[in-house]
């Protein structure tokens, strides 16, 4: 079952802009992942956020989590064309490492 | 980096037959696997947790039979849609964790197979 829901379900920015994208989840988490899949392709691994975790840099990147609100947020800053793809969090709630999927957040960054 | 790959990248089949997919990881020893499948401009829903050399793990909803999963070595994973219907048409993504990176609890993605069924 899909624990997450992402928010916008769609984004349209132009480059250089930032782009915020919002997650949340249900139940207690070990951590929380954000995973970029470019048209029908596979995924890449972008960011873990662990439940003990509050914010989280990498690169452009920035992921920020809530556990008391179960949501995280992804931040993408000075976005570029090449951003242009789909943003999926991920969470898992056990040591088995189960990924279980939000519907995404189709990103769209205009030249 | 951790590689995994696909085959194939797509098919098409006839209803009613079945279809092999393959999950190798590249570059490393998995012992655990992963099966997903996506809708067009859908999230991607686990199936079942492939464990080498023991029965794989279903999601709630997933039909074992139809969709047979083998982990026999360490670095391949099958997915078999048995007697696949147009509703089994979809894309379908594995994933596999690097052992020795376990408690990263990154999972890298092969690149998909495309099941088309007429």
């Known amino acids: 079952s899909q624990q997450g829901e992402e928010d916008p379900q769609a984004l349209s920015i132009q480059e250089g802009e930032n782009a915020t994208m919002n997650c949340s989840y249900k139940?207690?988490?070990?951590?929380l992942q954000w995973y970029r899949q470019n048209s029908g392709r596979g995924l890449v691994h972008l960011i873990l956020?662990?439940?003990?975790?509050r914010e989280k840099h990498s690169g452009r990147l920035r992921v920020t989590l809530d556990t008391s609100k179960k949501s995280s947020s992804l931040l993408i800053t000075a976005s570029r064309a090449a951003d242009t793809a789909s943003y999926f969090c991920?969470?898992?709630?056990?040591?088995?490492?189960?990924?279980?999927f939000g519907r995404g957040t189709q990103l769209t960054v205009w030249p | 980096g951790a590689v995994v790959s696909q085959h194939p990248s797509w098919v098409i089949c006839k209803s009613g037959t079945s279809v092999k997919i393959e999950c190798r990881s590249l570059?490393?020893?998995?012992?655990?696997m992963f099966w997903y499948r996506q809708f067009p401009k859908q999230s991607l829903m686990l199936m079942a947790t492939?464990?080498?050399?023991?029965?794989?793990?279903?999601e709630q909803g997933v039909e074992k039979d139809k969709f047979l999963i083998n982990h026999a070595s360490l670095t391949l994973s099958t997915l078999t849609v048995t007697s696949a219907h147009p509703e089994d048409s979809s894309f379908y993504i594995c994933?596999?964790?690097?052992?020795?990176?376990?408690?990263?609890?990154?999972?890298?993605f092969g690149p998909g197979t495309r099941l088309t069924v007429t």
């Open positions: 492939s464990n080498e050399g023991s029965k794989a793990t279903y």
């Open positions: 570059d490393f020893q998995a012992t655990t």
């Open positions: 991920a969470t898992v709630v056990s040591t088995l490492g189960r990924l279980y």
């Open positions: 994933s596999a964790r690097d052992p020795l990176r376990v408690g990263t609890y990154e999972q890298y």
């Open positions: 956020i662990r439940s003990n975790e």
């Open positions: 139940t207690s988490i070990n951590n």
